[in-house]
């Protein structure tokens, strides 16, 4: 393992400094002594044709064992060479590993043992980190997948739409109707679109960052779908305390707009709505309407997901309205929950951390 092997060079280097000094002077009295001629004088006969490295030599004495220590630490550091590239074997040896791991064989561990040494611990790790990988990797190609197949469906009605006009005569209401239903799947792929490029830029994370007043931002967007609600028959309640967030001012627009356009899509008759902003959580959104089971709510925040876990009408929207919230929350390093009421309606809260 790295640190026993690390822990044994130190002991071994320990050791070898403390005979550092004598080998030192093993090697300058080998160099007097077998070394080259060019200084052999005693004091007294150094006189003006000496060399100057000689004159030295003989009136500082630890300049020779001096340079004689720095040549034995020298050959000791380049001894530790190997003796370091021995301790980091361990490491190299995963590098293959690691490299085979790719799109194709996400599921591929390196399953280094419980062992608490610090290569089992980075080993877990990095087995983790592909844990989180794998199943982000998986979200995306099933995300894609959904999304190729909610953009296919409406293309393919519009196809069968456009060739049936193009088939016969066709009477001045045949063709008030056919045009209608262009008209609803083409807003269906805009919402649908919209959503996408909401969610992507949100996942991208905040380019920048504005102290905002969360309970204007609230204000504004509940008085936008009053009247929406009103023609539902849904009466909206509002508690709002100031609150201010570090964020994006549209981000946060579309964070709210969905959370209140989905308590009145999935409401009942004669419903209600209440929207609460406080301290924490930071934005509460609680309305009547469904009997949502719980172990259905964590399905809630997937995208193209209804209840039974199938994919949203196209009527309903393009089923990206609490997965946009969530990835908006978790873009201003905030978190987003849902508990049903266990009999009637649902509780979407919010939480934001402090501005600073």
Known sequence: MPARRTLLLCAAVLVVAQFAPALADEVGALWWE?????????????GGDSS?????????????????????????????????????????????????VGPQNLGHRLRLGPGRDELARLGRAIDHMMDRVAVGYEAQRRFAADASHELRTPLAVQRVLVEVGMTGERTDEQLALLA???????????????????????????????????????????????DRAAEVGLTITCSLRPRVVAGERVLLERLVANL?????????????????????????????????????????????????????????????????????????????????????????????PEAL
């Open 34 to 46: 077998f070394g080259p001629g060019w200084c052999e004088l005693s004091y007294p006969e150094v």
């Open 180 to 226: 209608e239903q262009l008209l609803e799947a083409n807003e269906r792929n805009e919402r649908l679109i919209e959503g996408l490029i909401v969610l992507a830029e949100s996942d991208r994370g905040l380019v920048s960052r504005t102290s905002l007043r969360l309970d204007d931002i609230v204000a504004e967007v509940v008085d936008a779908h009053r």
């Open 260 to 352: 209140v356009q989905n308590a009145i899509k999935y409401n009942r008759a004669d419903g209600t709505i209440d929207v609460r902003v406080g301290g924490e959580p930071a934005l509460t959104v609680v309305n009547t309407g469904y009997d949502i089971p719980p172990e259905s709510v964590p399905g809630l925040f997937e995208p193209f997901r209804r209840l039974s876990g199938s994919r949203l009408n196209h009527r309903s929207g393009a089923g990206l309205g609490l997965t946009i919230a969530r990835s908006i929350a978790r873009a201003h390093d905030g978190g987003i929950t849902a508990a049903p009421h266990g009999h009637d309606g649902l509780s979407v809260h919010v939480s934001f």
């Open 52 to 100: 100057f490295l000689c004159v030295q030599l003989f009136r500082r004495p630890s300049i020779g064992p001096g340079i004689a220590l720095t040549l034995v630490l020298l050959a000791l550091l380049g001894a530790c060479l190997p003796a370091v590239r021995w301790c980091l074997r361990p490491l190299r040896d995963l590098v293959p590993a690691i490299e085979r």
